[in-house]
């Protein structure tokens, strides 16, 4: 048995499963259709999806191979 930690586990695995944030997710939709990504920080309180958004955007961005281009 693996374990895996909840919030591990049910991360989002693209921006389309984001809740709320609705205008950030918009720009960052964005940012994956014209294959351009700027330098980006992500602020704000504990647990309100910072990590869960940069992990999202580079799965759309890279797919199956985001891992390798994630550090
Ligand atoms: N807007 C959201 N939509 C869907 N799930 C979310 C959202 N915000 C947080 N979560 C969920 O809450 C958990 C914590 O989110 P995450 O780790 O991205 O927070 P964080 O902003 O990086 O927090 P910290 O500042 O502690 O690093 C994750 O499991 C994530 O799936
Ligand atoms: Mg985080």
């Given at each position: 048995m693996?374990?895996?930690i909840w919030t591990e586990k049910y991360r989002p695995d693209s921006l389309d499963e984001i809740i709320g944030q609705?205008?950030?997710v918009d720009r960052l939709q964005a940012f994956v259709e014209q294959d351009s990504i700027p330098h980006l920080m992500f602020a704000g309180p504990a647990g309100t999806g910072k990590t869960t958004s940069a992990i999202a955007l580079a799965k759309d961005v890279y797919g199956d191979e985001?891992?390798?281009n994630f550090m």
């Open positions: 693996t374990l895996e609705d205008e950030i985001w891992k390798q």
